[in-house]
């Protein structure tokens, strides 16, 4: 275990390291940029050896995986972020430990999340998916809404009870004019959000940016980061 500890806390600083670098580079504070490290597929194990480091955010994108993990590390001070698509008849189960949803794409999620938060005492932090991939009114291939779509979904969720509209999350594209352009991509994103802010000024998370592009997501004004393999490790294949 101490050699894991050892290898998690040495990609943990070059990651740290990059971050602070791109907002130095950007003009801006790192206290501006949170690290979300992506635990899918890891152990609890590695999970509480993050904490120990000082990790605060962590996320999930599975729920079967997800729901047994948080549990075993209930005792720490962590903020659970689901980042997958989301299937209503997970909703429950995710309800019971996510204290942000990062994947909200539509108005049925938002009214699934908003029964089952309202039955478990709790309110949920909600990010909508930007699809950047899906034109101005379809949705994306990984999830998520278009562009022209974010201010009604914002809307259905600021009056949602037991749910918090924190801000917008995106994936950069593989497909369509953003893709391979993740400065664009980003920049993109910065200017939904700045409509979006217009009508809801406390909406101002932007979750862009991963392990291969957290510093053009960084240099646009992302405000989280969600870095996974530069941190764990190169993943082991799901069965």
Same mark, same amino acid.
């Given at each position: ?11 943990? %600083? ?31 194990? $590695? ?27 209930? $005792? ?56 950047? $991939? ?16 974010? &201010?009604?979904? %914002? $809307? ?19 497909? &369509? ?43 646009? #004004? %992302?405000?989280?980061?969600?870095? #996974?393999?530069?941190?764990? #490790?190169?993943?082991?294949?799901? &069965?």
């Amino acid at each position: 275990m101490t050699d894991r500890r050892d290898e998690l806390a040495r990609n943990l %600083a070059k990651v740290e390291e990059r971050i602070a670098a791109a907002c130095a580079a950007a003009g801006r504070r790192c206290e501006e940029v949170t690290l979300i490290v992506v635990t899918k597929t890891y152990p609890a194990a $590695d999970v509480r050896i993050l904490s120990e480091l000082g990790v605060r955010h962590v996320a999930e994108n599975r729920d079967q995986d997800a729901a047994p993990k948080a549990a075993e590390c209930s $005792d720490l001070a962590l903020t659970w972020h689901f980042v997958g698509q989301l299937q209503t008849n997970k909703v429950r189960s995710v309800v019971g430990y996510a204290d942000v949803v990062q994947s909200v794409d539509r108005s049925r999620l938002v009214t699934a999340l908003s029964k089952e938060a309202v039955r478990a005492g709790r309110e949920v932090g909600c990010l909508i998916q930007v699809a950047l $991939d899906a034109g101005e009114s379809a949705r994306g291939e990984r999830g998520g809404v278009a562009p022209g779509g974010v &201010g009604e979904l %914002a $809307d259905v969720v600021a009056g949602a009870p037991g749910l918090r509209l924190d801000g917008l999350m995106t994936v950069a594209p593989l497909t &369509g004019e953003f893709a391979g352009r993740q400065p664009a991509a980003f920049e993109r994103m910065m200017d939904l959000s700045t409509d979006l802010r217009r009508t809801h000024p406390a909406a101002t998370m932007v979750s862009a940016g991963m392990s291969a592009d957290l510093e053009q997501a960084v240099a646009a #004004g %992302a405000t989280h980061v969600r870095v #996974g393999t530069a941190v764990l #490790g190169v993943r082991p294949r799901l &069965g």
